[in-house]
C-alpha cells in the first residue's frame, strides 16, 4: 500500500493521525509542487484528482479520508477507532461528521476563500478555475462556532469526543483545534472544556507525529515547533 | 424507533431509501411547520437541531444520514447495502461521499441561496441569522458538474455505482439527480449513462416510495406525480 499525502492537508492529517494510532507504517508519496498544487502527473494518474489516496498492492485507488479509513478499520480491526457496538459506532460517526461538516469544512472555507495562494482555486479537486468568495469566510466562521458549542456541553460529560475512548471523532476535533491555530483562529476562552481537552490531546504520539508542520506558502506554523 | 423526518430534505431522504430497500417500517415524526422551519420543540428537544434523527427506544438520539446508516445496517445487515469485503465498503463510501459533498451540497447551495424561503437560513440547523451567498449558486453548479463528469465515467463500466449490486452510493446518485429536477435542472444531455441509469431505477420501489412529493413551499414536484 502507498499513501498519497500532502503535510498541510487536514483530510490528509486525518489518515496520517490514524495510521499512528493504529501503528501503522505506509509509503508516503507527497504530490504537491512548489506551487502549492497537485502535480500534473497526479492529476492524470488519480482521476478524482484530490488527497489523501491510498492505492493498494493491485492499483485499487481509494480516496476520501473516511474511506480509507474503512478499508483500514477492516485490515487492522484493533484498537478499534471507529467504535465497536452499533450505538457507538453511530455516535462516533455522527460526531465526526459534526466536527467534518462545520469545524473542518468551516475552516477550510476561511483559508481557501482568503488565502493568496488560493486565488481561483476555491473548491478541491477541480482544475477549472473557481473563484473565491470571500463572504463565506464569515459564514465559515459561523460554521466552526456551531461545532464548538456543541463540542463544549459533550465534553463536560465526557473525556473523549465519544465516551472513554480515543476515536475518528477525536481525530476529527483535534484537526479541526489545530486548524484554526493556523489560521490565527485559537479555541475561544469561552470554551474550557475544549480547551482542556485539546492540552490533555496535543502531546499525544499520534496527535504530535501527524502534525502539519507549515502553511502552504511554507511559513512554520507555531503549535507545530 | 422512531424517525424524524421532513419529506422535502435529501438528507432524510436517505434514510428513508435505505429503509424501504431493507424492507424497514418505523414510525416517523415530521417536524416541519407550515412555516417550512424546524419546529420550536423540536429545537429544544434534539440539540443538533437537524433532520433526519432516529430516536431509539431508550431516548438514545443519532443523528446524521450516515449515522443512522451505520446503525441500521448493523441491526438489519440483509440485503447489504454499504458493503460486505473491505474494498467494497471502502469503494461504496467514496462514491457515498463525492455524491453528497458535490452533488448534494451542489445542489443544497444552489437552493439555499436562492430560494425565498430560505433568506436568511444559509445553512442548516443554525438559529442564528445566516445569510444567503448568491455567488454559491454558481458555486454548486461546478460542484453538481464535477460529480457528474465523474459519475458518467464510472457508469460506462457498472450497473450500479459501486459494482452489480445497489448501495448507498446509488441512494445518493439517485437523490442527487432528483434534488436536480427539482430545481428545474435535469441531468444534461452530455451525460447518457447517467440518464441511461437514471431511467432504470427511477422505478425501484424504494426510490418511489422515498420521493419527495412537494417543494418547501407546497408546489407539488412534477417527476413525483
Avoid at 477492516?74 to 457507538?88: D, I, N, R, S
Avoid at 467534518?100 to 493568496?116: C, K, T
Avoid at 486565488?119 to 460554521?143: F, M, S, T
Avoid at 463544549?152 to 476515536?167: H, I, P, W, Y
Wanted: aromatic share 10%.
Amino acid at each position: 500500500m502507498k499513501l498519497y499525502d500532502w503535510d498541510f492537508a487536514p483530510n490528509c492529517r486525518r489518515v496520517r493521525m490514524y495510521m499512528y494510532e493504529k501503528g501503522i507504517e505506509l509509503p508516503k508519496k507527497d504530490v504537491i509542487t512548489p506551487e502549492i498544487k497537485l502535480n500534473d502527473g497526479y492529476a492524470d494518474y488519480y482521476p478524482h484528482y484530490m488527497v489523501p489516496m491510498l492505492e493498494l498492492d493491485d492499483g485499487t485507488q481509494i480516496g476520501e479520508a473516511l474511506s480509507i479509513w474503512i478499508y483500514l478499520e477492516e485490515k487492522y480491526p484493533t484498537p478499534p477507532l471507529m467504535g465497536v457496538h452499533p450505538v457507538e459506532k453511530a455516535m462516533i460517526s455522527a460526531w465526526e461528521r459534526r466536527a467534518y461538516d462545520e469545524g473542518i469544512v468551516g475552516h477550510a472555507e476561511i483559508f481557501r476563500n482568503s488565502h493568496p495562494n488560493f486565488v481561483d482555486r476555491g473548491l478541491p479537486g477541480h482544475r477549472l478555475k473557481i473563484e473565491q468568495i470571500p463572504a463565506l469566510i464569515e459564514r465559515g466562521k459561523h460554521r466552526v462556532t456551531h461545532y464548538y458549542e456543541k463540542l463544549e456541553k459533550q465534553l463536560a460529560t465526557n473525556n473523549f469526543v465519544v465516551g472513554d475512548r480515543f476515536s475518528v471523532a477525536d481525530i476529527n476535533a483535534v484537526i479541526v483545534v489545530d486548524f484554526g491555530l493556523a489560521l490565527e483562529m485559537p479555541v475561544p476562552d469561552i470554551y474550557p472544556n475544549i480547551q482542556s481537552y485539546y492540552d490533555r490531546l496535543k502531546d499525544r504520539p499520534s496527535v504530535k507525529r501527524s502534525m502539519t508542520k507549515h502553511m502552504p506558502d511554507g511559513t512554520p506554523i507555531p503549535q507545530a515547533a
